[in-house]
């Protein structure tokens, strides 16, 4: 069954630590795993997206890194600020199934003062 | 926002009337979405569009239907709503079905009481 799983659920952090979140993927076949913000009341903002090819991608103070041998990737923040607070939820494309968006259920950040 | 707009932002209705939600998308592309998310879930896939007259069922499409006469406008109607209809809505569009991004609309808050 195609599912992504995050871990952790929930994060508390100080402004200015960093962080890194997980993603573990059982989806088959593979096309592209993406890296989503969602704010609280707003629709998803895309962070990053990679294919099989690439083990790195970063986006400002976000950093994707994937791992397609063991299917798993992380969402690595630096340095945080009080608007990283939001939900962070990794999702996988299948390449089969007319390339179908398979989403996890986020992990939820709060960034403190 | 990638030129999306959803309508109504929020909406109150009894059970068993009719709702339509609207997106409404000024860039003209092909690809258009209907999602929900609810707790505890993933954004689930209800009906996706790939151009004017051409729709498809997604994975919970059970009690909605979808009309795409323009290229613009995608239209997601509850024949009838219920409780378990209550949710947010997301439209999002894409550019393609490859390894291309996922634009989201802010959303709309439905509860059916």
């Known amino acids: 069954k195609n599912q992504v799983e995050q871990s952790p659920q929930s994060l508390i952090i100080l402004e200015g630590k960093n962080c890194t979140l997980q993603?573990?993927?059982?989806?088959?076949?593979?096309?592209?795993l993406r890296w989503y913000k969602q704010d609280t009341g707003r629709g998803p903002v895309s962070l990053t997206i990679m294919t099989f090819s690439e083990n790195t991608k970063s986006n400002g103070r976000y950093t994707a890194t994937l791992d397609a041998d063991t299917k798993q990737s992380s969402l690595h923040i630096t340095a945080s600020q009080l608007s990283d607070s939001a939900s962070y939820i990794c999702v996988v494309s299948n390449a089969g199934n007319n390339r179908k968006l398979i989403w996890g259920l986020g992990t939820s950040l709060a960034v403190n003062p | 926002d990638a030129g999306i707009t959803q309508s109504p932002r929020h909406k109150v209705t009894e059970t068993g009337t009719p709702v339509t939600l609207r997106c409404h998308q000024t860039?003209?592309?092909?690809?258009m979405y209907w999602y929900r998310q609810d707790p505890g879930h993933g954004l689930r896939l209800i009906h996706y569009s790939y151009g004017v007259k051409d729709t498809d069922k997604g994975e919970v499409s059970d009690g909605y239907s979808v009309s795409r006469s323009k290229t613009e406008d995608f239209l997601l109607t509850l024949e009838s709503a219920t409780s378990s209809q209550t949710s947010v809505y997301f439209c999002a569009i894409r550019t393609g079905t490859g390894d291309t991004e996922a634009f989201f609309g802010q959303g709309t808050r439905l509860t059916v009481v």
């Open positions: 860039e003209n592309h092909r690809y």
């Open positions: 993603c573990n993927y059982t989806v088959s076949p593979f096309s592209n």
